[in-house]
């Protein structure tokens, strides 16, 4: 069977012939550049502009692409992480060469670890500089692609303007390759500026490659399944990455196998479903019931740090492990590995399965959640709780959630119901202070016609402040929400308990409402009493707004030690 690709090809018309001979003047390398990302359907690109990266941004005028210009490359790396996980579309965030560039790599991990496929384009100093001599450019590093290479997926150096087309579809196979994920691109100052003739990009394919399942390892997936005495499943950010929730609830339902979500995977199951085991998995109860299993699926998860309740999740059954990313098969846990996309992967297993009935399956759920509801209520943590109902009831069912590294979050983590896939989000893949609000931004940018919600606090809120100026330019639908404990509230906690005492969480702080304010953001003040209305209001008002809520909370008591 031969591959004529040459059919596929669609052939230019006399009149296209003829813009190609003659190209518009005044067109440069950064033309090339916004005219690729058109010809492969970006709509919206992220950045922040330097004295390198201008010709990139000069041809941004001539083009229909919608910029939104974040105040700090690390936000605007945030932003554009957000857009490619709620959007699934590649997200193009455009830098400067040096601090611009490396200003961005926080966000850039945090990309790479949750699996979301953002295109980094920086700016490079001349071409004459490049290789590694110590000439003295403006920015100039020995090898800025290093900086990079340990984060994202892949890096790609352009030399000559003719490489622009190439590299950027090249990169943006490699970001929408699952797992989908971060990837560098970069390009000499003067390739951006020196005038080209080159033709007008148009014709731009870029098709990712599919990372099928080899149908031998799904045949003895299935056969596990399908004879399994308690089977169970741990559904991770993979499952919400692959859009395949749909995927995952039929194939619990064909073979009873209760579902617990890890945090990264909130909302890939329905909260209220019989067989949900919901998203307590830094639970001994939970942890318990899941060891249990004769045969454990784990489906777009590596089973990390908090996922196996801090390592200490010991499966005693089989453990069928469904993972795009090769690296992390097998990487905490002997498996039956199968690389693959979750979707794909979970399609297959559908139609190869056999249906089992296990009526006692809800009852053992429902036994389980009793016993993690008992042992949270034995810690009179009533005010986090309240807490978390309230934004849950003020939030729209459709509306996206944007989470930093809080205790709110923590809780909300492990006791909030997402409702709907792929619509919370948190940076807990690395880790990093400052996601929530300009990682809103980036959703809202996505579809301003949905409310977005943000919550930090305090401390995290601190790193995004500049981004209230961002919220109000563009007019975006973000209501911020800012729980002031006065200091990195979980570190407080984490020395407090490891050393008895706190140094270096306790934190001086602006009056957020006033500062919101000067923004020309409106700004409340609340209570945990008045939280969930004046949450309500805020969301409903069109445009960016403030929620401050001075409180002191609590983490529920680990399990794991």
Known sequence: MSHDHHDERPELTPGQIAAALNPPPGRNGGDLVVETLQGLGATTVFGLPGQ?????????????????????????????????????????LLLSTGPGALTSLAALQE?????????????????????????????????QKASFRDIVKSVHTVRTASQIPSAIAAAWESALTAPHGPVWIEIPQD?????????????????????????ELIAVAAHLLSNAERPAIIAGGGVVRSDASGKLRALA??????????????????????????????????TDFLEDADVLLVVGSGLGELSSNYYTFAPRGRV?????????????????????????????LLEAVSPREDPAAAERVAAVLGRVRDRIAAQELTLEQHLVAGIRAA??????????MTILAYWAWAAFDARRPNTMHSAQGSGGLGYAFPAAIGAAAADVTKPVLAVSGDGGAMYSIAELATARQYDLPVTWLIVDDGGYGILREYMTDAFGETSATELSRPDFVALAESFGVPAVRTSPETLADDLAKAIAQPGPSVVVLPALLRMFEPTHL
């Open 395 to 404: 939030l729209p069912d459709t509306s996206p959630s944007f989470w930093d």
């Open 52 to 92: 390198h990266a201008l010709g990139m941004f000069d041809a941004l005028r001539r083009s229909s692409l919608t910029y939104v210009g974040l105040r700090v490359e690390n936000n605007a790396g945030f932003a554009a992480d957000a857009y490619g996980r709620i959007t699934g579309e590649v997200a193009p």
């Open 191 to 215: 390739v951006l500026i020196t005038a080209t003739t080159l033709p007008v990009v148009t014709a731009m394919d870029a098709t990712p490659r599919e990372v099928h399942a080899r149908p």
């Open 253 to 286: 339902e064909r073979v009873g196998a209760p579902v617990v979500t890890t945090y990264g995977g909130k909302g890939a199951f329905p909260w209220e479903h019989p067989l949900s085991l919901q998203s307590w998995i830094e639970d001994r109860h939970t």
């Open 320 to 348: 069928v492990q469904i993972e795009a990313d090769a690296g992390k098969l097998e990487s905490n846990h002997p498996a039956l590995g199968i690389h693959a996309d979750a979707r794909d992967a979970l399609s297959d």
């Open 111 to 143: 990309a790479a670890a949750a699996s979301a496929p953002v295109l980094a384009i920086s700016s490079q100093i001349p071409t004459a500089g490049l290789g590694g001599g110590r000439h003295g450019y403006l920015h100039e590093l020995r090898d």
